[in-house]
């Protein structure tokens, strides 16, 4: 599977979108993007994946370059609750996949 | 649904005592998977189930862990004897057979073994 590098953290003020980068220069053309993100004492949450189109979802963006290099995942309007450690992942598509998370971006929003 | 659901939340015990963690996952879920997180080493996966047979283990630390799935709505994760350096937050997950990375989270384990 793809290496991904992401920043160690950012900050958001509270209502504006937050923009997290992902870059995954070694993705190959099977290889999917997936997002996770973990808030503090809970297990990681699925927030959305995609191949080469752009998704969107109740949750969040997702917008991946033309050569899939990199992508960002956008929260439109960031909230405290979405104060959290954010993981790009990328993985072969098929049923054995199996995921490994990297470090991720540590979010914070603040007022 | 209820989820993937964990127990115990939380355990503390002494070194050298069996500790036994468990997992009921999300019903018609195919695959479970057993992760360690820990300050250090971060989210690690040590095994993962399909139609309860064990895929790959090669996340499993050593002999001493141990994980078994008898039926489709069980799975159990054993350390015996537990250290110290075995205390973190083990966290079990379920999928079906359709999104290959979309995979549910229970709320974890925390283990303190002092």
């Known amino acids: 599977d793809a290496k991904t590098t992401q920043p160690t953290s950012m900050d958001c003020a509270e209502g504006r979108a937050a923009n997290l980068p992902c870059n995954h220069s070694?993705?190959?053309?099977?290889?999917?993007v997936y997002w996770y993100r973990q808030i503090h004492s809970q297990g990681p949450q699925y927030i959305i994946h995609g191949l080469k189109n752009n998704e969107t979802n109740e949750m969040a963006s997702l917008i991946i370059t033309e050569d899939r290099k990199s992508s960002t995942l956008i929260l439109p309007h960031a909230t405290l609750r979405d104060t959290a450690v954010y993981y790009c992942i990328v993985i072969v598509g098929g049923t054995a996949s199996k995921l490994t998370f990297g470090t991720g971006t540590r979010l914070q929003v603040t007022l | 649904d209820a989820g993937v659901i964990q127990s115990p939340r939380h355990e503390v015990t002494e070194m050298g005592q069996e500790v036994t963690l468990r997992c009921k996952p999300i019903s018609g879920h195919d695959y479970l998977f057993w992760y360690r997180q820990t300050m250090m080493r971060g989210l690690e996966l040590l095994i993962y189930?399909?139609?309860?047979?064990?895929?790959?283990d090669s996340g499993m630390p050593e002999d001493r862990f141990s994980a078994k799935m008898p039926n489709a709505s069980f799975s159990t994760l054993k350390i015996q004897p537990s250290e110290p350096r075995d205390s973190a937050v083990y966290f079990c997950?379920?999928?079906?057979?359709?999104?290959?990375?979309?995979?549910?989270f229970g709320e974890g384990s925390r283990l303190t073994v002092l």
């Open positions: 070694t993705i190959s053309g099977n290889e999917y």
């Open positions: 189930f399909n139609n309860n047979v064990p895929i790959d």
């Open positions: 997950a379920s999928r079906g057979q359709g999104v290959t990375g979309e995979l549910f």
